[in-house]
């Protein structure tokens, strides 16, 4: 069984340096103390915070800083680009009419990173 994930959570990215937390508005309303996130919470500086310093040389940023390094890898600060939903969702449980995020779901940033759930922020909601 998946964890559902709310307000709160713990995220972390392959390519940032320091974890984030997770925040949902409580426009899918869902009666819990934290809101319950679905996949749709994807937008950054909204739900996804920066992470610290990024290292993927795909953040034109980063590379940017590393070519002018002589091409010794120069981390720039994170500011996600996260386009397409998580995946792969809960799709047996709807929260605001999307499938329910749970903790075994990815997001995909624009620069190559990879987003994962830490700390789903909850224990007692269970997903099926």
């Known amino acids: 069984m998946a964890i559902a994930v709310c307000g709160g959570a713990m995220l972390a990215c392959s390519f940032g340096a320091a ?8 426009m899918n309303k869902t009666l819990t103390s934290m809101p319950l996130a679905n996949i749709m919470d ?3 500086m909204v739900n996804i915070m920066p992470f610290g310093m990024c290292s993927c ?3 034109p940023t980063v590379a940017a800083a590393t070519s002018a390094a002589m091409g ?3 981390p720039m600060p994170c500011m996600p680009v996260t386009t397409a ?17 749970d903790n075994n ?5 624009n620069w190559g990173g990879v ?8 224990t007692n909601i269970m997903v099926p």
Do not use: D, E, H, R
Not at 19 to 26: D, I, M, R
Not at 105 to 109: D, G, I, Q, V
Not at 115 to 122: A, H, L, S, V, Y
């Open 19 to 26: 974890p984030s937390t997770f925040n949902v508005l409580p």
């Open 42 to 44: 994807n937008k950054p």
């Open 57 to 59: 040389l795909g953040n």
């Open 72 to 74: 010794v890898l120069t």
């Open 85 to 101: 939903p998580w995946v792969p969702g809960a799709p047996t449980v709807l929260i605001g009419g999307q499938p329910a995020l």
């Open 105 to 109: 779901c990815k997001l995909m940033c």
């Open 115 to 122: 987003i994962q759930i830490t700390n789903p922020g909850t």
